[in-house]
């Protein structure tokens, strides 16, 4: 099956820096998003990127899919950016396959 | 907000005793999707609806496990004889097709916290 590799695994941050979450995947996709899960377990929809840039407030996103990988900015990070963010994807079918995250901590 | 709704959002259950799990999604979504989630890893697929049609099971879904979506709406996720190794956090999520500039955005629920002892 595909595999997704998320990369790094922690972040520490202190508020108000800047960062760069990166995801690789094996093979094409049809659909890629990436997810904020917070610490209560809520998996909140970020962006849906198969291809291209896309811009929402603080953070951004861009897919290269010849290259087969997907890049999330977050810029001016505050607390609330703490969780765990992953990165899926889907070939074909239903089924999104997952990264394993990154931990992003965000200290004041 | 009508967001997808999952309870009960914690079980703890004895080992050998069944269990299950109810999800309502968002209304005018056609598409629904159960997932797993243990500590430390990526949510994993476990079963796909559309509409009241099962179409897709992960081999992670054991002859213990079966789900159900009678007329389409809610969805119901049993599982039968629990293990220690069913601990994990059981995630509904729903989607519908709207077109190719949002495409098929997934919508996931609180989730539902599963202890077995």
């Known amino acids: 099956g595909i595999q997704v590799e998320q990369s790094p695994p922690d972040l520490i941050l202190q508020e108000g820096a800047n960062s760069t979450l990166r995801c690789n995947f094996s093979d094409s996709v049809n659909n890629l998003q990436w997810f904020h899960q917070n610490p209560w377990g809520q998996l909140i929809n970020l962006f849906y990127?198969?291809?291209g840039t896309k811009q929402n407030g603080r953070l951004s996103a861009t897919t290269v899919a010849t290259e087969r990988y997907s890049l999330l900015y977050i810029s001016s990070s505050q607390t609330t950016d703490s969780g765990v963010y992953f990165c899926a994807v889907r070939i074909s079918g239903s089924r999104l396959t997952f990264g394993e995250g990154t931990q992003l901590t965000v200290n004041p | 907000d009508t967001g997808v709704s999952q309870n009960p959002r914690h079980k703890i259950t004895k080992r050998g005793q069944n269990v299950t799990f109810r999800c309502d999604p968002i209304s005018e979504h056609n598409r629904l999707y159960w997932y797993r989630q243990t500590l430390g890893q990526g949510p994993e697929f476990l079963t796909y609806?559309?509409?009241?049609?099962?179409?897709?099971k992960s081999r992670l879904l054991s002859d213990r496990f079966s789900a159900e979506r009678p007329k389409g709406s809610f969805s119901t996720l049993e599982i039968q004889r629990t293990e220690q190794g069913d601990s994990a956090m059981y995630l509904c999520?729903?989607?519908?097709?709207?077109?190719?500039?949002?495409?098929?955005?997934?919508?996931f629920g609180e989730g539902s916290w599963l202890t077995v002892v």
């Open positions: 609806f559309q509409n009241e049609a099962q179409l897709e």
């Open positions: 990127i198969p291809s």
């Open positions: 999520a729903s989607s519908t097709r709207q077109g190719r500039f949002s495409g098929n955005t997934i919508y």
